[in-house]
């Protein structure tokens, strides 16, 4: 089944348990102080739980366009290395807001994977809480009844606070939560280790695709825990790890949510890529692997949050998506030996593949491809320059950790992030100062602070309406009323 069929089949599932289906909200969000950007589906429905606004019904499914690079989720350094954590990913949900809970969502959950897309029963896992006295928080006995009539005992596992229970934040709504995971090893794998459940031990074909969890309580300021007066569900499930299911693969990135971005990077770099199974191969084509996955992923975040309106630039979100990029670029240049500007040629290929469901992508196809491809080409003007200077300082430093202020001349004069510096490091075995880092970056300002206020000392600042002496520029900037004025 193609990923386009797997999301429709989700939607359309939802959608007869009388679900409205919405569009996915942007993943750059303006207006929320708390966050950045989309990490998960229900931030857009956060006000609905907390009861701050209706929704437009108790019952909703979604697909959601989310990023997890900073905060509180952040999954940057596993992209590449694993074959399921993307920086940028479709989150599938389904909610109720205050209205049907356990007894129907689990059941559904288990009706569209079994029954809809035929997933074998045998390889499914199943997790619930097993409750935390010290915190007061019961063992969800619901949920592991309602499992109990689908899955055998011993394929229900019982997890910890830290796993299954979600918190909103110190304070609001939480409860406790049931994962679903996937077990895709070859029938001779699973016989060799049988008996033995690798969930939660992070094995790459061992992996969790499905969240739900159960809204029932709200923690109070002191601490503990009352009911709420109604009861609500929040679902995710990851997309491209349903599709790598769907599709008999054990990489999401060997679903055709990404083949075709791949081979677009073998068609313009001459290289090949060959899956997933490093292990059996020499370190070069490792490399190689890894800096496409690296690629065709952080492209793909990049190109959907410009679309989305967060041009790359030097602060807030711009600036992580900026450092994203350069990431990519950085790999390209090293592993792949990419000198030229190219990443921006992946946006055509996304726009074909995904602007279907998204057409944010396609009607902003050029600038998105015009805006990566300055980027790239402006970074990669004094890419080459940085990495021979942190070749001479690594070569300077004696010991394992390089200073912190020559990690600072690098993002000065060369525009490398420290986090590329820090990734470029490890790859050497050596570690960044990053307090020195800082240290060096808030002197910096402090210095360029003490210029401008050098260079403004006999004028005063931005004034509105009518003044006095005039001795600024020839104009007024008449529409504002704005003009500078000698202090007198
Ligand atoms: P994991 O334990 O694999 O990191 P999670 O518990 O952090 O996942 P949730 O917050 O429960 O993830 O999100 C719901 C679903 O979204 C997960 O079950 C998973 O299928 C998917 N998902 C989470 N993070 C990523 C990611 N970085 N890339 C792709 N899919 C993801
Ligand atoms: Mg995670
Ligand atoms: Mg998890
Ligand atoms: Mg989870």
């Given amino acids: 089944m193609n990923s386009k069929d797997v999301r429709k089949q989700f939607l359309d599932f939802f959608q007869s348990k009388g679900h409205l289906i919405v569009p996915s909200a942007p993943i750059v969000l303006k207006d929320d102080p708390t966050l950045m950007f989309n990490n998960s589906g229900m931030a857009q429905f956060k006000e609905y739980f907390l009861g701050n606004a209706t929704p437009k019904s108790t019952r909703i499914a979604d697909t959601q366009k989310c990023l997890r690079v900073s905060g509180k989720h952040n999954d940057l350094e596993d992209v590449g290395f694993d074959t399921y954590h993307h920086t940028m990913f479709e989150m599938l949900g389904n909610w109720s807001f205050g209205d049907y809970f356990k007894e129907e969502a689990l059941p559904w959950a288990w009706e569209f994977l079994t029954e809809v897309l035929k997933l074998d029963k045998d390889r499914l896992y199943v997790s619930v809480f097993e409750g935390n006295e010290a915190e007061n928080v019961p063992f969800d006995q619901q949920a592991f009844d309602i499992w109990k009539q689908f899955v055998p005992e011993d394929r229900i596992i019982l997890g910890n606070k830290k796993d299954n229970f979600w918190e909103m934040g110190d304070q609001g709504p939480c409860g406790p939560c049931s994962e679903i995971h996937i077990d895709l090893r070859t029938d001779e794998e699973r016989a060799a280790v049988s008996g033995r459940s690798l969930v939660n031990e992070d094995h790459p074909q061992v992996v969790e695709i499905w969240n739900n969890v159960f809204m029932e309580f709200n923690r109070k300021a002191d601490g503990s825990l009352e009911k709420l007066p109604a009861q609500h569900v929040d679902t995710g499930m990851g997309f491209e790890r349903l599709c790598m299911a769907m599709q008999n693969v054990t990489s999401n990135y060997d679903t055709d949510v990404f083949t075709p971005l791949i081979e677009k990077v073998e068609q313009i770099t001459g290289l090949k890529y060959t899956s997933n199974e490093v292990k059996d191969i020499s370190e070069e084509q490792n490399k190689t692997n890894i800096a496409i996955r690296v690629i065709v992923d952080h492209v793909r975040a990049v190109a959907f949050a410009i679309a989305d309106g967060q041009l790359p630039s030097n602060t807030g979100a711009g600036y992580v998506i900026r450092r994203i990029l350069r990431r990519a670029i950085r790999y390209g240049f090293t592993f792949l030996n990419t000198k030229e500007a190219f990443t921006y040629q992946l946006v055509d290929v996304l726009a074909d593949q995904m602007g279907e469901f998204f057409p944010e992508i396609k009607s902003q196809q050029n600038l998105v491809t015009n805006v990566i491809r300055e980027e ?113």
């Fill in 376 to 488: 790239e080409a402006s970074f990669l003007r004094t890419l080459d320059q940085g990495l021979q200077l942190l070749e001479n300082v690594i070569g300077e430093t004696k010991g394992n950790i390089v200073a912190g202020a020559k990690a600072f001349e690098l993002y000065d004069t060369f525009g490398f992030p420290k986090d590329l510096t820090a990734l470029i490091l490890r790859e050497r075995g050596l570690e960044l100062d990053e307090a020195g880092f800082d240290v060096a970056m808030q002197e910096q300002k402090a210095r360029s602070r003490a210029a401008s206020e050098v260079s403004t000392e006999d004028w005063s600042v931005l004034i509105p309406g009518n003044v006095e002496t005039f001795v600024g520029y020839d104009q007024t900037e008449s529409e504002a009323k704005i003009t500078r004025i000698r202090k007198v």
